[in-house]
């Protein structure tokens, strides 16, 4: 299903931020209409700053299909800039819906790229241990992608002769997207590819465990920066650009750097 089509629909709500239209329906709908098929994704504020300075991550964003709100930093932001009341729906609600739903458990309906071997097995374990019937072969480790446009002709070629409904995407934000936007032209049978990012480890405790209140709190960011300062806090400073972004270009998109 097309951005232009969802989008269409007066059932659902979508505003443009940075150029980029969020959904701002609830979770529930927005795994509805992620599951038809595309490119969902769910940037973080640091990502966010750096729509101005990379191309290729403000193209995937755009030609994406659904992309939700999962930076609460940003929902804060515009709805004190603007007096709007937008909705959050965090990419680790949106999984833990994502999983629940019986097509999406079954055997065959998906493959996971993930980020190593190591988060791989702890993930597959939790996968397996929850119902969710996915084995080693429905993993794909991915490589090192660097900066600059994303390939990788052998990931592509095992959706192709995998056809899985869903692909989830749980590389690191900034990367993720334009994979994703790589997978979306690619792919001719059209699966529902959700770049969600860290967001399984948070469940499988590859990442620190966030307990459904922190994330509903935005309180996600602290218990990353608590459990490792030195990689998160950094990351997370950075994003203290954005309310100036959002400031000087609220709808419009950020193309000249800020």
């Known amino acids: 299903m097309s951005a232009s089509s969802l989008q269409s629909n007066n059932r ?3 505003q443009k931020i940075l150029g980029i239209n969020f959904y701002t329906g609830d979770a529930s709908s927005a795994v509805e209409l992620g599951s038809k098929g595309g490119l969902v994704l769910a940037p973080a504020a640091p990502a966010l700053c750096q729509l101005s300075r990379d191309h290729d991550y403000r193209e995937a964003l755009q030609q994406a ?4 709100t999962d930076s609460g930093f940003l929902v804060l932001l515009w709805n004190a800039m603007t ?5 959050r729906v965090s990419g680790l609600k ?3 819906l994502l999983l629940s739903r019986p097509d999406f458990r079954r055997a065959g309906a998906s493959i996971w790229v ?3 071997k190591a988060a791989s097995e702890r993930n597959l374990k939790w ?4 119902g969710c019937a996915v084995t080693a072969d429905d ?6 992608y660097g900066t600059g446009p994303i390939s990788d002709p052998a990931l592509l070629k095992l959706i192709e002769r ?12 900034g990367v993720q997207e334009k994979l994703g936007l790589y997978l979306k032209q690619g792919s001719k049978g059209q699966p529902a590819i959700h770049c969600i990012g860290a967001a399984i480890g948070f469940l499988t405790g590859d990442q620190v465990r966030i307990p459904d209140w922190a994330d509903q709190k935005v309180l996600g960011w602290f218990f990353r920066c608590m459990s490792h300062p030195r990689r998160f806090v950094p990351r997370y400073v950075r994003a203290l650009e954005l309310p100036l972004i959002l400031w000087r270009y609220r709808s419009e998109p950020p193309v000249a750097n800020v």
């Open 162 to 173: 995998r056809a899985p409904r869903h692909v989830v995407v749980c590389v690191g934000g």
């Open 65 to 68: 299909d659904l992309v939700i």
């Open 83 to 87: 007096r709007d009341q937008i909705e």
């Open 12 to 14: 659902h709500r979508f």
């Open 94 to 96: 949106y999984l833990r």
């Open 127 to 130: 996968l397996s241990a929850n």
């Open 114 to 116: 993930m980020p190593s």
């Open 139 to 144: 993993c794909y480790i991915a490589p090192n």
